[in-house]
Nanobody
Framework: QVQLVESGGGSVQAGGSLRLSCAAF????????MGWFRQAPGKEREGVAV????????YYADSVKGRFTITLDNAKNTLYLQMNSLKPDDTAIYYC????????????????????WGQGAQVTVSS
């Protein structure tokens, strides 16, 4: 069994920063990639950032490039999302996800590829 547990959500004013964490438990050795997705009120869930376990290649949504950074601590089996220069449009529930399937430039945000999901962490950015 695999369990993904997010932490670090909260409320912040526009321009502020937050860091999300996602601890992975269980059989994680076959993970190919881990990432963050988000769902804003009234909108569909979308990909935010993904990192390949081997090699560390990263993929970002255009809306967060230059502001968000995804990293992985393999020793701790923990994924991070550093979010800087936050905007009200970043308000959403952020989900951690993992997959044993190959992801690349064209597939990284395809949610059907991700087998494992966390419970979500609320991020609220006020203007």
């Amino acid at each position: 069994q695999v369990q993904l547990v997010e932490s670090g959500g909260g409320s912040v004013q526009a321009g502020g920063s937050l860091r999300l964490s996602c601890a992975a438990f269980g059989y994680t050795y076959n993970f190919y990639a881990m990432g963050w997705f988000r769902q804003a009120p009234g909108k569909e869930r979308e990909g935010v950032a993904v990192i390949r376990i081997s090699g560390g290649s990263t993929y970002y949504a255009d809306s967060v490039k230059g502001r968000f950074t995804i990293t992985l601590d393999n020793a701790k089996n923990t994924l991070y999302l550093q979010m800087n220069s936050l905007k009200p449009d970043d308000t959403a529930i952020y989900y951690c996800a993992a997959t044993p399937r190959v992801v690349n430039t064209f597939l990284w945000a395809r949610q059907s590829l991700y087998n494992f999901w966390g419970q979500g962490a609320q991020v609220t950015v006020s203007s």
